[in-house]
């Protein structure tokens, strides 16, 4: 049984930071890759960031990028979402993923599901 449970959220003025962390339990956890997506109030769930099971590749949503830093450490088995710079518009339930097969951009593409972090952003 694979669980990943998301902490960090809360709410924050635009331009603060937050730091999203999730940790993961009963699975190989460094062979997987694990995504970030978020969900906005009456919008379907869209992709943030993800990495390689490494850690040496990282890849982002344009409207994130360069604002947002998705790291692991697995020996602690936690994936970290760096958020800097927020604005209203990132106000959203954030859940980690772990990636089972094909496009690391499709939530269809991951099998486990965290129950999520809100993040809301004031302006």
């Known amino acids: 049984q694979v669980q990943l449970v998301e902490s960090g959220g809360g709410l924050v003025q635009a331009g603060g930071s937050l730091r999203l962390s999730c940790a993961a339990s009963?699975?190989?956890?460094?062979?997987?890759?694990m995504g970030w997506f978020r969900q906005a109030p009456g919008k379907s769930r869209e992709f943030v960031a993800v990495?390689?099971?490494?850690?040496?590749?990282?890849y982002y949503a344009d409207s994130v990028k360069g604002r947002f830093t998705i790291s692991r450490d697995n020996a602690k088995n936690t994936v970290y979402l760096q958020m800097n710079s927020l604005k209203p518009e990132d106000t959203a339930l954030y859940y980690c993923?772990?990636?089972?097969?094909?496009?690391?951009?499709?939530?269809?593409?991951?099998?486990?599901w965290g129950q999520g972090t809100q993040v809301t952003v004031s302006s």
């Open positions: 009963g699975r190989t956890f460094g062979t997987a890759a």
């Open positions: 990495i390689t099971g490494s850690g040496v590749n990282t």
């Open positions: 993923a772990g990636h089972r097969s094909g496009s690391v951009y499709y939530q269809l593409s991951y099998d486990y």
